[in-house]
């Protein structure tokens, strides 16, 4: 167990709709990373954040969001979903901006989203 | 920007034998981590190994070690007396050091290899 967890496990919605993935970091943790892993894409990060603020962002679409609140919890949120946005969703975590002194990312079980 | 590469998108291994799985990436940076993570069905992203670049000797963890040669941008890992439980995805992955903008601290991930291991 990582420590970090992630919900819901499972999500199945239709085109067109919005969901949130919610993440909670392990404890002390004060940096959150999502990450989108898709069959032919592979392991992509989307963005980072770090005690409540934007640190870094990657691949994320405009339809996408995220956000860290005080309790450093984060919420990806996903809107006009498309068929191509099924995939696994990881959030990640670690202590500071660049991880732990060993370089190591955390990461939750994932979120498994379906869009039919 | 960074890249890693997996030239293996599947292996296997008989139990009990030694396989090899490997990677490389590109980077112009002189200080960085490199990881290696299994993916087993339960889809969890497990570390298995890190490797810091300035450190000249090769990590190991167990039945994992690494070859890790800076100078030609690689980073194989070796498991030795396979295990069914050894049966995964294995991510490469990639992570500067260094403070140098937003957008450090990331891991950049290969594509990964997956994994048998036969009975």
């Known amino acids: 167990d990582s420590g970090v967890t992630q919900t819901p496990k499972h999500l199945i919605t239709a085109t067109g709709q919005r969901v949130t993935l919610r993440c909670s970091p392990r404890s002390g943790d004060l940096s959150v990373y999502w990450y989108q892993q898709s069959l032919d894409q592979g392991l992509q990060f989307l963005i980072q954040y770090y005690n409540g603020e934007e640190r870094a962002k990657g691949n994320i679409l405009e339809r996408f969001s995220a956000q860290q609140f005080p309790d450093l919890h984060s919420e990806l949120n996903l809107s006009s979903l498309e068929l191509g946005d099924s995939a696994l969703y990881f959030c990640a975590s670690s202590t500071s901006p660049g991880g732990t002194n060993t370089g190591e990312l955390f990461f939750g079980e994932g979120s498994r989203l379906t869009v039919l | ?119």
């Open chain 2, 1 to 119: 920007a960074q890249t890693v590469t997996q030239s293996q998108p599947e292996m296997s291994v008989q139990e009990a034998e030694t396989v090899t799985l490997s990677c490389t990436y590109d980077t112009s940076e002189s200080d960085y981590y490199l990881f290696w993570y299994k993916q087993p069905p339960s889809r969890q992203m497990i570390l298995v190994i890190r490797q810091e670049a300035y450190k000249q000797q090769n990590a190991t963890e167990n039945r994992f070690s690494v070859n890790f040669q800076k100078a030609a941008k690689s980073f194989s890992l070796k498991i030795s007396d396979s295990q069914l439980g050894d049966a995964a995805m294995y991510f490469c992955a990639y992570r500067s050091a260094g403070i140098s903008g937003a957008g450090s601290y990331q891991l950049t991930f290969g594509k990964g290899t997956k994994l048998s291991v036969i009975p």
